[in-house]
């Protein structure tokens, strides 16, 4: 059923109203993001090699290192993993995490993201923090243990796991992001706005071309 051609001349007729709500849900939702703090990104690149996958062919190779990638990327999250990183030989600010276990794997949860990418070996891990050389720090512990002590978490006999590409660390905040954040925050005041505009001016002219009646 097409559009109703009035629709356009309503939403154009309250094109304030629309601009003004758009706009405090923009400033409002970049307001919002500053509530967390500020944080930069450090990534490190991880590529996975199993000897043993060589007597395949590549296209089986590859399949059987990305599967041993993501049994991996779910390592790097386990307690474990964490311990052997802060235990690591870089200088990396302990105080930062909780004490308390459940705070402290969920912040750590938050801190560390990891992917593999597809159809690869490759290892992408993305370490977030609001101090640029803890970020980096914690990359390279990360990168350290994983090429050290990686593959007696997967078994893997003869797997290695080279670092390709070494810590690479933000100019700018990543976390939050504002932009995103603020666009998302325009989107919905306009759809919030239009929504509203719409529906108001259906009731007022049901009401005109219903007018109550009294007894």
């Given at each position: ?15 304030k ?39 395949y062919?590549?296209?089986t ?11 991996l ?18 200088n ?18 938050q ?21 640029k050389?803890q ?36 100019n700018f905040?990543v ?14 005041g ?15 002219r049901y ?8 007894v």
């Amino acid at each position: 059923m097409p559009a109703n051609p009035h629709y356009g001349k309503i939403i154009l007729g309250k094109w304030k109203l629309i601009a003004l709500v758009s706009s405090l849900l923009l400033v409002l939702a970049c307001g919002v993001s500053f509530i967390e703090p500020l944080q930069y990104s450090s990534s490190i690149r991880l590529l996975i090699i199993q000897p043993a996958a060589l007597n395949y062919d590549p296209y089986t190779a590859i399949r059987a290192s990305a599967s041993v990638g993501g049994n991996l990327a779910q390592i790097v999250y386990t307690t474990d993993f964490f311990n052997r990183v802060l235990a690591s030989k870089y200088n990396i600010d302990a105080s930062y995490f909780p004490d308390n276990d459940a705070k402290r794997r969920k912040k750590w949860g938050q801190m560390v993201s990891v992917r593999v990418e597809q159809g690869s070996g490759l290892l992408n891990i993305t370490v977030y923090h609001t101090d640029k050389d803890q970020a980096t720090e914690i990359a390279r512990a990360i990168a350290y243990v994983m090429t050290t002590e990686g593959s007696g978490y997967v078994g893997g006999s003869g797997l290695q796991i080279k670092l390709v590409d070494d810590p690479l660390v933000s100019n700018f905040p990543v976390k939050p992001n504002i932009l995103a954040n603020g666009f998302i925050g325009f989107v919905v005041g306009m759809f919030l706005a239009i929504g509203y505009v719409l529906l108001t001016d259906k009731s007022r002219r049901y009401l005109v071309e219903h007018p109550p009646t009294f007894v």
